[in-house]
């Protein structure tokens, strides 16, 4: 049996050897993609000017159609809210046009856009008042975003019973758009490859997503997709290191190609959190974060949000740990320190009775040397002590250069301004200069900025305010919202007041408003309140509180 064992041990460690590095040099090769963030962000950003830039090139409403949808697949798994933008854009040159296939298309765009916001009832609306009978062409197309968007609603979903009919309707969906793409296209590979999945035909599923996976493009969305259904399936089947290198390989692909709403980091934070790499795990879990707020991509950040203050306490955790070896390993050195001196001390004692006379010299030497020898020792922990406070000191000034970039931004705002006034002085444009200094344009522009910011800061604490707000008001006094607004004057009175501002002189000073104003706008919405008028600022107060 040891024989057996030594032989097994022998032929399939380098094996297992070899997978550890090659998934190692993957975790490398995904650090360093993080890393170069910029890039792929500049990159992107490149494609979608080219794109804009063609759109003032043309006056043919087909070729404007072309570019919005191209538009819209640029920004659909980056920002949300553009992408959404840019389907309407579609959809109405598709209804000027009055070609029922481009109308159709753009309406699904728009559901699987809204569907990423999380504004499913909307986007349902839109699916349901298709006639998809008329444009068979793209059936499969509906089919899919019905399927992905019922998927979706089953993610939220906060029953039991409302999660297994979603789910349903997810698999009637899903099975209806297998049999309306072509035979070995993509989604057709996908939609059998989801099939034999939910089947639990993972052996048949494997080779139909590891052949085809070589042909996909590294500029395809989907290569990122068709991994991670490999990861899951790897999954099922144990086979846990496999699961881990497709995750990899398909948050790799998510990266590179500027995706902000994605599955397989997150996943993959997961499984390094569970085999304990935290520093990997909170570091890719914050960066999924971040692109999805970037995204507005709704269900991920939810996701996401149950996930973070677990890994966050773990690093934490973490943290604390190494903080509390390293005083123990400094408490330890000083003892050291302490008890090689009374066995010093005591050496000198002892040699001194032997003979005085060349023990005095022999000892001043002896104990210089020891002297110079803990002071070299002392100052090396020294050292190592300082060179663990620079790092903690380094982490701290990064996350102290990201707040003090947005003060960076507003310094250069003005410098620039001060260089303006400089040029027209220098120029002797008197009239000039009294027509920049007398202009609001720029005090204008930097409070719509700052108005900009807040509503958006507010709006991701209190992300239901609106909605609880217009609960507060009578039947059709809800305020509604221009295009392109976050919130109105209105609501940002009251956000001042739900965050504890109630005085009406510092409120109109925050919006530059009149006193009266201000006090006209309370007035007015009191009458507006459902209840008690004495009692609408203090509803508006629980906002939020699940009160």
Not at 42 to 64: A, D, F, G, H, P
Not at 190 to 209: G, M, Q, V
Not at 341 to 351: A, C, G, N, P, Y
Request: proline share 2%; charged share 30%.
């Amino acid at each position: 049996m040891y024989k057996f064992w030594t032989i097994f041990l022998v032929v399939f460690s380098p094996v297992f050897l070899y997978s550890q590095i090659k998934i190692d040099s993957l975790l490398d090769e995904l650090d360093t993609t993080i890393d170069k963030c910029e890039f792929y962000h500049n990159k992107k950003e490149t494609e979608i000017n080219k794109l804009r830039s063609l759109l003032k090139l043309t006056s043919s409403n087909v070729q404007k159609y072309e570019i919005y949808e191209e538009l819209f697949g640029e920004y659909r798994f980056y920002q949300s809210d553009s992408a959404l933008s840019y389907a309407r854009k579609s959809l109405k040159i598709a209804s000027e046009l009055k070609d029922l296939t481009k109308i159709n298309t753009s309406k699904l765009n728009l559901a699987s856009a809204m569907g990423t916001l999380g504004m499913y009832k909307e986007a349902t609306d839109i699916l349901n008042k298709i006639y998809i009978k008329s444009t068979p062409d793209i059936k499969g197309t509906y089919f899919g975003v019905c399927s992905s968007l019922y998927l979706s609603m089953s993610d939220y979903a906060a029953t039991i019973q409302e999660k297994s009919d979603y789910l349903k309707l997810t698999k009637k969906y899903r099975d209806s758009s297998y049999n309306f793409y072509p035979t070995n296209s993509e989604s057709f590979i996908i939609h059998r490859a989801n099939k034999l999945f939910e089947e639990k035909r993972y052996d048949e599923t494997l080779p139909l997503l590891e052949n085809y996976f070589p042909k996909i493009k590294s500029s395809n969305p989907d290569k990122a997709v068709v991994a991670y259904l490999i990861s899951l399936a790897y999954q099922f089947k144990k086979e846990y290191e496999q699961e881990k290198k497709w995750l990899i390989i398909s948050a790799i692909s998510d990266l590179q190609l500027e995706k902000k709403e994605y599955i397989s980091l997150r996943s993959l934070a997961f499984v390094l959190y569970e085999e304990g790499d935290i520093a990997r795990a909170y570091k890719y879990t914050k960066r999924t974060l971040e692109d999805a707020l970037f995204c507005n991509a709704r269900l991920r950040t939810f996701e996401i949000s149950k996930m973070m203050p677990i890994i966050n306490e773990a690093y934490q955790k973490q943290n604390d740990t190494n903080r509390r070896q390293l005083i123990v390993f400094l408490i330890s050195a000083s003892i050291l320190s302490l008890f090689l001196m009374v066995v010093l001390f005591l050496l000198f004692k002892q040699m001194k009775t032997l003979s005085r006379a060349k023990q005095e010299i022999s000892s001043a030497n002896g104990q210089l040397m020891t002297l110079n020898n803990e002071l070299h020792l002392f100052n090396e922990k020294l050292n190592e002590t300082n060179n663990t406070l620079k790092e903690a000191n380094l982490v701290k000034e990064i996350y102290i250069g990201r707040y003090m970039d947005q003060c960076s931004v507003y310094i250069s705002k003005l410098d620039e301004y001060r260089r303006k006034l400089n040029v027209i002085v220098s120029s002797g444009k008197t009239a000039e200069l009294v027509k920049v200094i007398k202009s609001k344009e720029f005090i204008e522009e930097e409070l719509k900025d700052f108005y900009h910011n807040f509503d958006k800061t507010f709006l991701l604490l209190f992300p239901d305010f609106i909605e609880e707000f217009n609960s507060l008001l009578t039947d059709n006094e809800d305020i509604k919202l221009k295009p392109g607004e976050l919130m109105n004057t209105e609501l940002r009175i009251f956000a001042l007041i739900r965050l504890g501002i109630s005085d009406s002189v510092k409120i109109a000073e925050f919006l530059r408003y009149s006193l009266s104003t201000i006090y006209n706008y309370r007035t007015k919405l009191r009458n507006k309140a459902l209840g008690p008028r004495d009692e609408f600022e203090a509803n508006v107060m629980r906002i939020g509180t699940n009160k």
